[in-house]
């Protein structure tokens, strides 16, 4: 009995454990299989395919070489290489439906290679085909692979998905064919692809198959996306990372969204299904004839049906092209007749649209539209909140160029961005129009600098756009032939418009500045013989300090009417932030200091004033002070009130009254001063009269004796009578004592 009790309890024990365990506790790890050579990694991939369950690690542990694999079990596959090559020569890594792949480690750590090793392969996908789900970790290459007809030379996305979180995909292309696309990467048949780090390399479409030199419609495209490339319904959202230096011989160097049959209308334009969502990261260095940077396009196309019957387009939710806080620069188009080095929308019907917002465009170069470039009609362009700056056209438009945009819907709309200068060799520095409707903001709310010639305008600031044209250059122009263009704002689609965003020749520049000379408080351009009272002052403000608040005073000189560009220099007045009240007194009498009796009676004053404050001066306890030999009389003080600032108070912030005191003698003693309106510190020069005294004398009973009539005193001769009688007295007591003696 106590055996079943005792096995009783066990199984309750072992139920409650597995009920109180957390289920990840029971959570299969990743069957991990190590392969060192070709066979190995073929019975690995055949074994995962067979499996039902769990997750697999595919290890390298060696360099392999291999004619290609194909992945098709639904469950979780990871290759990590630790620091290997697959080498795939002409082979592939095919990833079905179904399957999901990802090549090294999540968090970086681990470094794959997986190479063709330049090995040419004809008709054939990339070294990654995808129809099901592929991840690309950072520390993976995937590199040289050269095919020669076909989508996709590093890898091809047919209708499943690639996420590339990092890594680099390096020297792959479609070379020599008559279907080269996507040198990098190509995605197509409703495919997704999402680039949120890594590089996209020196990949390459090229040909030099034309479908015009072989009677087909010249409209068809043989080469496009260099780097990128994506049609048939497909996506590409790139969130960050770099496509740089790749090439195509005819549309898209760096990334091309092209339209397939599928998607054109009457053979005259497209309904673009697929989308380019290019939402950071840079696009540079890279070559094709039209649209060297970034290519969206139904007005050239590829003939192959590639298209999806469902379109996926990705994470915009609408066809198109969108840029968004995204660099593109040092892109290089056909010098002779290339459109849209950086930017290039073709034919784009809404609502496949072009968007290009908060971007920087720069250094590219193109025959016309060096930075962006708009062609076809029903094209529909919207370029906000940008900087296009520094671009070049060999021909027209160096910063922007249109064409033949009429239509329903056609147009260009630029707000909110500094389309300046640019350079154009033969017209229209900054924006050129051909048969094309625009809206272009003002041009002095670029707040840019004009950095071109001619020298006269040179570092002005831009305030408008100007006409620039063919035969008339506005770097060119004299003064009185530079035309301001007032249309700006609602540019028709007849004719043409060269345009440059420049400054008036004019116009001068106002500077306010602090003392140091620091342009802080404002700046504005004025027009030559504007009159002084029209000029905008703004009111200087310094910042106190521990001990002085600063209050503007001046200019450094008088605002004058404008001949020519001017600075003005504030200055300011210091003032304490505290003032102080101090007292002293002094000697009326040369010879004579003052005792410590009058210095003990200095006023006090434990007050604070500010600036502006009245200070008046405090009368002493004693206005007399009797001492030894005489007394002291207060005089007053040298005044009686002041009013506290830098003026009246010394270094320090002390506003000081001075009191004078005259010394009397007692045997010299003068008459007080009638002091009845003095009050205290009156300004009177009169001594003050002391109060208790009755004898109406300023020293009381101590008046002097009257004088005899020859002017010797009495009170001398009565002494001098008092002193004889004395001595008389005393001859005559020392007489009769000695007579007292002798009579002895």
Same mark, same amino acid.
């Given at each position: 009995m106590s055996i079943i009790r005792r096995t009783l309890t066990f199984v309750a024990a072992l139920a409650l454990y597995a009920l109180v365990m957390p289920i990840s506790a029971f959570a299969a790890t990743p069957t991990t299989i190590e392969v060192s050579n070709s066979s190995e990694f073929d019975n690995a991939v055949a074994t995962i395919n067979t499996a039902t369950s769990?997750?697999?690690?595919?290890?390298?542990?060696?360099?392999?070489?291999?004619?290609?694999?194909?992945?098709?079990?639904?469950?979780?596959?990871?290759?990590?290489?630790?620091?290997?090559?697959?080498?795939?020569?002409?082979?592939?890594?095919?990833?079905?439906?179904?399957a999901q792949l990802s090549l090294g480690a999540a968090d970086g750590s681990d470094t794959l290679k997986i190479s063709g090793g330049n090995e040419q392969s004809n008709d054939e996908p990339g070294l990654l085909q995808i129809q099901g789900t592929c991840n690309m970790h950072p520390g993976v290459t995937i590199a040289d692979r050269k095919g020669n007809n076909y989508f996709g030379g590093g890898v091809t996305v047919e209708g499943g998905t690639f996420h590339m979180y990092g890594g680099t995909i390096d020297n792959c292309g479609i070379t020599g064919g008559s279907m080269c696309y996507g040198g990098g990467v190509g995605v197509a048949y409703g495919g997704s692809f999402t680039m949120d780090g890594g590089e996209i390399k020196n990949c390459f479409a090229t040909s030099p198959f034309k479908w015009a030199d072989a009677g087909m419609n010249p409209l068809w495209v043989a080469s496009a996306g260099g780097g990128v490339f994506v049609s048939g319904g497909s996506s590409f959202v790139m969130t960050g990372g770099t496509i740089s230096n790749n090439k195509a011989n005819e549309m898209g160097g760096g990334v091309a969204v092209v339209a397939s049959p599928n998607e054109i209308e009457g053979g005259r334009w497209g309904k673009l299904q697929s989308s380019a969502q290019i939402l950071g990261g840079t696009i540079s260095g890279n070559e094709a004839n039209d649209g060297a940077g970034v290519l969206s396009s139904t007005y050239f196309f590829n003939p192959y049906g590639l298209c999806a019957a469902t379109p996926n387009v990705g994470a915009a939710e609408k066809p198109g092209l969108f840029l968004k806080n995204t660099t593109i620069t040092n892109n290089k188009a056909n010098q002779d007749e290339g459109y849209g080095a950086g930017v290039l929308a073709m034919k784009m019907k809404s609502p496949a649209a072009a968007e290009i917002r908060d971007c920087t465009i720069k250094k590219n170069n193109a025959a016309v539209g060096g930075g962006v470039a708009s062609y076809g009609n029903f094209t529909s362009l919207t370029i906000d909140g940008c900087t296009i700056t520094g671009n070049e056209a060999t021909n027209y438009g160096g910063g922007f160029a249109a064409e033949s945009n009429s239509g329903e819907g056609a147009g260009t709309t630029i707000t909110n961005t500094k389309l300046c200068n640019n350079i154009a060799d033969k017209a229209a520095s900054d924006a050129y129009l051909d048969g094309s409707r625009a809206k272009l903001s003002a041009a002095k709310c670029m707040n840019e600098l004009y950095l071109g010639k001619p020298d006269d305008v040179t570092n002005k600031k831009i305030d408008g756009w100007y006409l620039d044209n063919e035969d008339s250059r506005y770097a060119t122009q004299a003064k009185e032939q530079r035309n301001e263009y007032a249309n700006y704002a609602s540019i028709g689609s007849d004719g043409k418009v060269y345009l440059v965003a420049a400054a008036k020749p004019s116009l001068v520049k106002i500077t306010f500045?602090?003392?140091?000379?620091? %342009?802080?408080? #404002?700046? $504005?351009? =004025?027009?030559?013989?504007?009159?002084?009272?029209?000029?905008?002052?703004?009111?200087? %403000?310094?910042? #106190?300090? $521990?001990? =002085?608040?600063y209050v503007f005073d001046s200019w450094h000189t008088t605002i004058e009417d404008v001949t020519g560009d001017a600075v003005y220099k504030a200055q300011f007045k210091k003032i304490f932030k505290n003032f102080s009240a101090k007292y002293a007194f002094n000697s009326t009498s040369s010879d004579k200091q003052l005792p410590s009796e009058v210095l003990a009676v200095l006023p006090k004053d434990t007050n604070n004033y500010v600036y502006n404050d009245a200070v008046n001066a405090i009368t002493p306890s004693q206005t007399t002070v009797d001492v030894a030999n005489g007394t002291w009389i207060f005089m007053g003080y040298d005044r009686d009130s002041a009013i506290a600032d830098m003026t009246t108070a010394d270094s320090e912030g002390n506003v000081t009254f001075t009191g004078s005191w005259k010394f009397v003698e007692k045997s010299d003693t003068p008459s007080a001063p009638d002091n009845s309106n003095q009050g205290g510190a009156n300004g009177s020069d009169k001594p003050q009269v002391n109060s208790n005294d009755k004898s109406g004398t300023a020293l009381g009973a101590d008046s002097p004796s009257p004088n005899t009539a020859d002017?010797?005193?009495?009170?001398?001769?009565?002494?001098?009578?008092?002193a004889a009688i004395v001595a008389l007295g005393s001859a005559v007591y020392a007489n009769s004592r000695i007579r007292r003696r002798r009579n002895y």
């Open positions: 769990g997750e697999y690690i595919i290890e390298l542990t060696d360099d392999i070489q291999t004619g290609g694999a194909s992945f098709s079990s639904s469950q979780p596959v990871s290759i990590v290489g630790n620091g290997h090559t697959i080498a795939l020569g002409k082979g592939h890594i095919y990833v079905n439906t179904s500045a602090n003392e140091d000379g620091t %342009t802080i408080y #404002s700046e $504005d351009w =004025y027009e030559i013989g504007t009159k002084a009272d029209q000029i905008t002052v703004p009111t200087p %403000t310094k910042p #106190s300090d $521990d001990k =002085y608040d002017g010797t005193s009495v009170g001398f001769c009565c002494t001098f009578l008092i």
